[in-house]
């Protein structure tokens, strides 16, 4: 399940640099990644350390997507809480999936625009709870954030 911890908050880890330090090779071989780098990024791996973005051309990992690189560290270290802020709204429905996935904790100082759904479910760290609905996360979230 998806964990979220709204506001300031000390000891959260920064994706982009966490990935950038610390990403392996291997994981850009896993279908989900790619899946998301596709989506997000609009880039699509081609092998090796190479990514082919349609702005930047050929790339190395490093230059993806803030979004992404936090994504991915999200998805590969679901044990450490990285500060998901850098996600843009693109990278939302990708949130949700990782946390269908595995239980991830991250931090949010911002209201990120999920969908509009009444299948929306997270666990709110601030509440101690699970919030079920788009309508319930709204009104959570903007307590703190």
Not at 113 to 125: A, C, P, R
Request: net charge negative; glycine share 8%.
């Amino acid at each position: 399940m998806l964990h979220i911890i709204f506001g300031d908050v000390e000891n959260v880890n920064h994706g982009p640099s966490w990935f950038k330090t610390n990403y392996s090779p291997e994981w850009l071989k896993d279908p989900f990644v790619q899946e998301m780098i596709l989506d997000v990024d609009k880039s699509r791996y081609l092998g090796g350390l190479v990514i082919e973005s349609p702005v930047l051309g050929p790339i190395p990992p490093e230059y993806l997507s803030g979004g992404i690189m936090t994504l991915i560290m999200i998805y590969e270290k679901p044990d450490l809480v990285f500060n998901a802020t850098s996600c843009g709204g693109n990278c939302a429905k990708w949130l949700l999936e990782i946390g269908r996935r595995k239980d991830v904790t991250v931090n949010l100082r911002y209201l990120m625009q999920f969908e509009d759904s009444d299948q929306l479910e997270v666990y709110v760290e601030n509440e101690n709870r699970i919030i079920r609905g788009y309508k319930d996360y709204v009104h959570t979230a903007i307590k703190y954030v």
